[in-house]
């Protein structure tokens, strides 16, 4: 599910700061800290979580990607490993719903 997060940043940590839940949806607010090249990159993340008898049935990421796409623009070296992760790529990562 975060494959393509972590190929770009493998230190990554999220940190929960509020989180709501109704009925089968979690939504999950989180402050993310990484590194990419030899600096700190820090972004907000809200993740939405569809679970059904245990399971997640769908994952939606809610994030400002100006942050993310500053620091990889300002670390050259970082430009194949964002462009291999796939990073902003608009395809669904999970899509099965009965």
Not at 71 to 81: N, T
């Amino acid at each position: 599910m975060f494959r393509r997060l972590f190929a770009l940043l493998p230190d990554l940590t999220a940190e929960p700061r509020q989180h709501a839940v109704h009925a089968h949806t979690v939504y999950v607010e989180s402050d993310c800290r990484a590194t990419l090249g030899t600096k700190s990159v820090n972004f907000s993340v809200c993740d939405r979580f569809v679970i059904e008898n245990g399971k997640i049935l769908d994952r939606l990421s809610y994030s400002d990607p100006t942050a993310m796409i500053l620091a990889i623009l300002r670390r050259p070296r970082s430009w194949r490993r964002a462009v291999s992760s796939r990073i902003g790529s608009t395809r669904p990562v999970i899509t099965a719903r009965p």
